[in-house]
T-cell receptor, first 113, second 115 residues
Framework: GAGVSQSPRYKVAKRGQDVALRCDPI?????LFWYQQALGQGPEFLTY????????KSGLPSDRFFAERPEGSVSTLKIQRTQQEDSAVYLC???????????FGQGTRLTVV | AQKVTQAQTEISVVEKEDVTLDCVYE???????LFWYKQPPSGELVFLIR??????QNEISGRYSWNFQKSTSSFNFTITASQVVDSAVYFC????????????FGKGTRLHILP
């Protein structure tokens, strides 16, 4: 596609529910990042993939957070047993080999009630 | 450790005024990239510019200009003759070269352009 696509745009989850957030990167982009953006804050790194390999997951806040990119294209960020502090916008970005700038999707706004 | 500081949390200016957004970064690495991104109300982060650490030339693109000074570790962004459509949150960011690594963002500056 023309840009990074994320779905759903909005998700309301009851505390304790599992959620899955999807990211479709720009076609051909090797690198994929997930960021978490709390209200009024800058994006905070969660995890990074190069193709299907998860090279850095140091930003995942707990073992309830899990990300995968099994075929090196689409990625899913899963949050198990959601808690209120998980409420945030989750941003996905992809990056080509030719330049360091990352291109972001519109994000998924997760609200845990 | 790397860090990006945007000291201005929120700025309001009247349309057609010039405005400068400040960015100060910290890193011990000598080769790195600096970025500015714009986040309009729709939420998507829009890439504006990238500078390399070894290229201190200032850059102008239409009403936008960037002033990179390694001596003060600053990468400031100026909008000339601001317009209402410039209203957004602006983020400065840092990425270390030759490392498969994350981009580090500042906390952002919310810019309001008043008609």
């Amino acid at each position: 596609g023309a840009g990074v696509s994320q779905s759903p745009r909005y998700k309301v989850a009851k505390r304790g529910q599992d959620v899955a957030l999807r990211c479709d990167p720009i076609s051909g982009h090797v690198s994929l990042f997930w960021y978490q953006q709390a209200l009024g804050q800058g994006p905070e790194f969660l995890t990074y993939f190069q193709n299907e390999a998860q090279l850095d997951k140091s930003g995942l806040p707990s073992d309830r957070f899990f990300a995968e990119r099994p075929e090196g294209s689409v990625s899913t960020l899963k949050i198990q047993r959601t808690q209120q502090e998980d409420s945030a916008v989750y941003l996905c970005a992809s990056q080509s080999r030719s330049g360091p700038e990352a291109f972001f999707g519109q994000g998924t706004r997760l609200t845990v009630v | 450790a790397q860090k990006v500081t945007q000291a201005q949390t929120e700025i309001s200016v009247v349309e057609k005024e010039d405005v400068t957004l400040d960015c100060v970064y910290e890193t011990r690495d000598t080769t790195y990239y600096l970025f500015w991104y714009k986040q309009p109300p729709s939420g998507e982060l829009v890439f504006l510019i990238r500078r390399n650490s070894f290229d201190e030339q200032n850059e102008i693109s239409g009403r936008y200009s960037w002033n990179f000074q390694k001596s003060t570790s600053s990468f400031n962004f100026t909008i000339t003759a601001s317009q209402v459509v410039d209203s957004a949150v602006y983020f400065c960011a840092l990425d270390i070269m030759n490392r498969d690594d994350k981009i580090i963002f500042g906390k952002g500056t919310r810019l309001h352009i008043l008609p």
